[in-house]
C-alpha cells in the first residue's frame, strides 16, 4: 500500500510536541496530551500497557456430569439414556461452544483488518454476554437442550472473536522486552477465572437446583462487562491505526506506548519503521497469508497454526474438562472425591501458569516449547503406566491409580507454565504486522477447531480405550512434537516484531536456516531495521536510508 493511497505521510512530521499543560490534541485523535506526551486514560508508557494487559484477559467440567443438571438436559443423563448415548451428549454440550469459538475466529479472519481490534473486542464481549443470557434462561420441558446449546455457540462466538483478537492487541502495543509476559499475565487470569469457576460449580453443587449451573455461567457477564469498560477508554494498535491511514491516531499512541511527545524522532522513527512493513506488501488482502518470497506470510502463518494445533491435540482440554469423570469413571475413584480433585487440578493449574512469568524472557519460547513437551510426554506416560493393574489387569483396588492422578496433576503443571501461553503469544508475533489480524485469526481457528474435536474424541475414546489407551495415545502425539519444534520454530525472545521480519527476509534470501539466523542475528536498533530491511528486500534503501541517519542524529542530540 502506497503513502498516497492510505493518506499516509512519508518522512514529514508534525509538531505538537512542545505543547505544554494539558490539552485535547484535536478532534481527529482520542488522546489527551499533558506536557507534550500523549496519554489514554490518564495513562502512558508502562502504565498504559500494563492497563491494556489487564483488560483483555471453563465453567462445563463441574457441571456436566450433575444431577441438577440432568433435571434440566435429560438426555445427558446415563440412568435415562445410555452411558454410551451419555458421554457422546455430555461432549457435544461441551464440544459445542467451539464451534460458536471458530465461527467467531472465522469473522475475525474476513472483518478483523475492517473492524479493528478494539471493536472486535468490544463486539465479542457482547455478544458474549447475550450467549450467557440464552443459557441461563433455558427451562425444562421447553426446548432447555436446543436454547442451551444456542447459548453456548453465541457465546463461542463472542469468544472466538475475543481470543483471535485481543493477542494481536497486546503483542502491537507492548515492547519486545516484556511482549511475552503481558501475555502470559493475560493466560494466567485466564487460569485463575478457571478455577475460581471451578469452585463455584463445587461450593453450589450443593444447592439441590438449578442455581447450581445457573449462576457460574451467569458469572461470565461480569467479566465481560469489565473488559467492554476497560476497552472503551484505551488506545487502538499503533499498527493497526497506521495501517488504515489513521496516521494522526497512529502516532499519538506510538508516543504514549513510549512515554515521548509525537515528533521526538524516537517516535517518528518508530512510525516510519511500522509504515516501511506495511507498505512492503501493498494493499492487504487475505491471500497476502499464502504469499512466500523475502516475507514468508505462508510459512510464518503455518507455523503459528501449528502451535494451536499441537496445544490441542497434546491433551490438555482432554484433562482440564474431563477431569472429574475421568477421576470417577475411569480411576475408580468416589464422585465427591473426583469433583474435590478436580479443583485442585484446576487450581494446581492456575498456579502453574504463575510460574511462566520468569520463564518467558529469561528461557524463551524455544526452550519453554521442549520443557513442556517433555513434562506432558513424561506425565502421559505416567498416568499411563499407572494404570495398567486397573485398565489392563483388572484390579479395580489397585492404589497404583492414585499415581494417575498425579500423573494429571504433573501433566497441567508442564502445560499451564509452557503450553498454556506460548500458542497464544507466538502466532501474535512470529506473524508480520501486514497480516497479523488474518495470520493470527487462521491459528485462532485452528486452535477452536481442533479443541472441538478433541473434546468430542475423548468421552468415546475413554468409553472404548480407558483412561489406559487414552493417556498412551496423548503420549505417543507429544513425543511427535519435538522434531518440529527443533526445525522450524524461530526464537523470538527479546525481539521486536519488525526484527523478526528480518530473520525471515535473510533466512529466504540468503537461503540459510531460519532457526538459525534467529539464533545468531545480534539485536538491532530501528535504523538498523530500516538499513537490513533494505538489504534483504523488504524496504527501499535508497529512498529511506538518508531519513535514517539523519533521525538517529537528531535522536542522539536530544539525549
Excluded at 303 to 322: D, H, K, L, M, P
Aim: proline share 5%; glycine share 10%; net charge neutral.
Amino acid at each position: 500500500m502506497t503513502a498516497e493511497k492510505a493518506g499516509r505521510p512519508g518522512v514529514e512530521t508534525q509538531s505538537f510536541g512542545s505543547q505544554t499543560g494539558e490539552s485535547s490534541s484535536g478532534s481527529s485523535t482520542r488522546a489527551v496530551i499533558k506536557d507534550g506526551i500523549p496519554y489514554y486514560a490518564g495513562l502512558t508508557g508502562d502504565q498504559l500497557l500494563s492497563a491494556i494487559t489487564v483488560t483483555s484477559t471453563g465453567v462445563m467440567s463441574g457441571l456436566i456430569s450433575a444431577p441438577q443438571f440432568y433435571r434440566v438436559f435429560p438426555d445427558l443423563d446415563p440412568v435415562l439414556t445410555s452411558p454410551s448415548h451419555s458421554s457422546l451428549m455430555q461432549a457435544f454440550y461441551t464440544a459445542i461452544y467451539e464451534i460458536g469459538c471458530l465461527a467467531g475466529a472465522i469473522f475475525a479472519l474476513f472483518m478483523g483488518n475492517k473492524l479493528g481490534r478494539r471493536r472486535n473486542i468490544m463486539i465479542g464481549s457482547t455478544i458474549l454476554i447475550l450467549g450467557a443470557i440464552i443459557q441461563v434462561t433455558a427451562m425444562p420441558r421447553q426446548l432447555a437442550g436446543h436454547q442451551f446449546v444456542i447459548g453456548r455457540i453465541v457465546t463461542g462466538f463472542g469468544n472466538g472473536l475475543n481470543t483471535a483478537t485481543i493477542p494481536s492487541w497486546q503483542a502491537e502495543c507492548s515492547k519486545s522486552h516484556n511482549r511475552g509476559l503481558h501475555i502470559c499475565i493475560e493466560a494466567s487470569m485466564i487460569a485463575t477465572g478457571t478455577v475460581i469457576a471451578y469452585w463455584i460449580d463445587f461450593g453450589l453443587s450443593y444447592i439441590d437446583s438449578s442455581v447450581s449451573w445457573r449462576v457460574p455461567i451467569a458469572l461470565q457477564t461480569i467479566f465481560a462487562v469489565l473488559v467492554l469498560l476497560g476497552v472503551s477508554r484505551l488506545p487502538e494498535s499503533p499498527r493497526y491505526l497506521l495501517s488504515t491511514g489513521q496516521t494522526d491516531e497512529g502516532v499519538h499512541v506510538v508516543g504514549a506506548l513510549l512515554a515521548l511527545p509525537i515528533d521526538h524522532p524516537d517516535t517518528q522513527l518508530q512510525k516510519r519503521v511500522i509504515v516501511e512493513a506495511l507498505e512492503s506488501l501493498g494493499e492487504l488482502k487475505i491471500r497476502h497469508v499464502l504469499t512466500g518470497g523475502p516475507s514468508q506470510h505462508l510459512r510464518r502463518t503455518l507455523i503459528g497454526a501449528s502451535s494451536q494445533f499441537f496445544q490441542q491435540i497434546g491433551g490438555c482440554n482432554a484433562v482440564i474438562y474431563f477431569s472429574p469423570v475421568i477421576f470417577e469413571t475411569y480411576i475408580g475413584l468416589p464422585r465427591r472425591l473426583s469433583l474435590i480433585l478436580g479443583g485442585v487440578n484446576a487450581t494446581v493449574y492456575a498456579l502453574s501458569a504463575f510460574l511462566s512469568y520468569p520463564m518467558i524472557e529469561r528461557l524463551g519460547r524455544r526452550k519453554m516449547y521442549f520443557w513442556g513437551t517433555a513434562g506432558q510426554a513424561g506425565s502421559m506416560f505416567l498416568a499411563m503406566a499407572c494404570l495398567i493393574p486397573y485398565d489392563v489387569q483388572g484390579k479395580t483396588n489397585s492404589t497404583a491409580t492414585y499415581g494417575a492422578v498425579i500423573g494429571l496433576y504433573l501433566y497441567l503443571i508442564a502445560f499451564g507454565c509452557t503450553w498454556l501461553e506460548l500458542p497464544w503469544l507466538y502466532p501474535a508475533e512470529i506473524n508480520p504486522n501486514a497480516i497479523r489480524t488474518n495470520a493470527n485469526a487462521i491459528s485462532t481457528c485452528t486452535n477452536w477447531l481442533w479443541n472441538f474435536a478433541v473434546v468430542m474424541w475423548t468421552p468415546p475414546m475413554l468409553n472404548s480405550w480407558g483412561g489406559f489407551g487414552t493417556f498412551l495415545f496423548f503420549f505417543g502425539v507429544n513425543m511427535c512434537f519435538f522434531p518440529f519444534i527443533y526445525y522450524f520454530y524461530v526464537e523470538t525472545k527479546g525481539r521486536s516484531l519488525e526484527e523478526i521480519d528480518i530473520i525471515f527476509a535473510k533466512g529466504y534470501t540468503a537461503n540459510e536456516s531460519y532457526v538459525k539466523v534467529g539464533h545468531e542475528l545480534p539485536s538491532l536498533t530501528p535504523a538498523e531495521i530500516e538499513r537490513e530491511a533494505a538489504r534483504w528486500g523488504l524496504a527501499d534503501e535508497a529512498k529511506h536510508s538518508g531519513q535514517a541517519q539523519e533521525l538517529q542524529k537528531k535522536s542522539q542530540i536530544d539525549v
